[in-house]
Every structure is written in structure tokens, then in C-alpha cells.
T-cell receptor, first 109, second 112 residues
């Protein structure tokens, strides 16, 4: 079966750091993706991890531990425009991307 | 060109209408996808085309009919839809090296 868990909602303060966790149990693994989606818009790609470790891209970093079935997305120096939904997605060996339910992040002044 | 273009952006149709959603990409990607997204829910996979052949159909009702005329185009033909089919329909294409999905802006469909 496929199960991807992430918190439903999070709130953080402008300028702070926030970590969004994602745990997964899937039949096969071929990479983990994080997407950002603003209300009414299409998802946009943030990061991709296929090997264990940390991938850094500007204010955004993503970490993967395959043995633990765990990933997190770290957002630094939060800005108001970072208020959005963050989707964790796992790609299965057939190439299908399976999305978690998404975490709605609200950044407050 | 790193865009996936979808038309129309908004569509309102009755349950007896026939309409089509269109998607186009010129990135040379050979896999293209249709996803359906309801409000506050993640995208749900509907169809996958790989090298212009339908490779995955996620048990989608036959009132949705996909078509891939060539490697750059993907259509979704709609007929006899139900109000519960109202949603954002997202097209995506797949970068071969990373598997990253590039999404279009979506077509917001309302069925009356």
C-alpha cells in the first residue's frame, strides 16, 4: 500500500525557520519530491531527493532518510509569500508520483 | 521554453455538453500526465502517456477520454460529466533525468 503522512497545518513567524516533516510507507521508492502550491495555482517544484542526505537550494533545503522512510523540508528566513501548501510526493518504480495530503503553512508578521 | 500550457483556463459546461481540455509542452518530454485536484486536496493521477501511448489509467470513468496526438500535445475529452467532476485539471510533463513534473497552470472546470 501507499501511505504518505505530513502535518495538515503549520504556522510560523516571518523571518523564522520552519521544518515540514513527511513520512512515507510505499511499495517501492524511486525518489521524493517537494512541491509548493499557492491557492488556485499549479504546484511548483521545490526539491528532489533520491539518495540519503540534505539538498540545499537557497532558503529551501530538503532531507531524506530512506531507511526511516522520512523526509523534511526546511524553510529559512520565512517570508509572507511562503504562505502556501507544501506537498510531499514519492515516486514509485513505475514512475507514478504519489502525493501526500499537503501541509498548509501560514506565515504571520 | 520550460512551460506547460493549458487551455482553457476556465470552463463551465452542462452535463450534456462535450468539451476538451488541451495541454502543450515543447521541452521534449516524452511522458505527459493528467491530474485532477479538488479544493484543499492533493492532485490525483488520472492518466499517464509515455511515448504517446497510454501507460496508466487510474480507473477513470469513461466520460473522461484522453488523447495524445503527438509528443507535444495532450487532450482530455469530456462528455456527460457530473457536477462532482468540477475540479482543477492539471497537465504535467516529466523531465527524463530527474523525474521532476512540470505542471501547467490548470484548467478550472465547473459542471452545472
Amino acid at each position: 500500500g501507499q501511505n504518505i503522512d505530513q502535518p495538515t497545518e503549520m504556522t510560523a513567524t516571518e523571518g523564522a525557520i520552519v521544518q515540514i516533516n513527511c513520512t512515507y510507507q510505499t511499495s517501492g521508492f524511486n525518489g521524493l519530491f517537494w512541491y509548493q502550491q499557492h491557492a488556485g495555482e499549479a504546484p511548483t517544484f521545490l526539491s528532489y531527493n533520491v539518495l540519503d542526505g540534505l539538498e540545499e537550494k537557497g532558503r529551501f533545503s530538503s532531507f531524506l532518510s530512506r531507511s526511516k522512510g522520512y523526509s523534511y523540508l526546511l524553510l529559512k528566513e520565512l517570508q509572507m509569500k511562503d504562505s502556501a501548501s507544501y506537498l510531499c510526493a514519492v515516486r514509485d518504480p513505475k514512475g507514478k508520483l504519489i502525493f501526500g495530503q499537503g501541509t498548509t503553512l501560514q506565515v504571520k508578521p | 521554453d520550460t512551460e506547460v500550457t493549458q487551455t482553457p483556463k476556465h470552463l463551465v459546461m452542462g452535463m450534456t455538453n462535450k468539451k476538451s481540455l488541451k495541454c502543450e509542452q515543447h521541452m521534449g518530454h516524452r511522458a505527459m500526465y493528467w491530474y485532477k485536484q479538488k479544493a484543499k486536496k492533493p492532485p490525483e493521477l488520472m492518466f499517464v502517456y509515455s511515448y504517446e501511448k497510454l501507460s496508466i489509467n487510474e480507473s477513470v470513468p469513461s466520460r473522461f477520454s484522453p488523447e495524445c496526438p503527438n509528443s507535444s500535445l495532450l487532450n482530455l475529452h469530456l462528455h456527460a460529466l457530473q457536477p462532482e467532476d468540477s475540479a482543477l485539471y492539471l497537465c504535467a510533463s516529466n523531465a527524463p533525468n530527474t523525474g521532476e513534473l512540470f505542471f501547467g497552470e490548470g484548467s478550472r472546470l465547473t459542471v452545472l
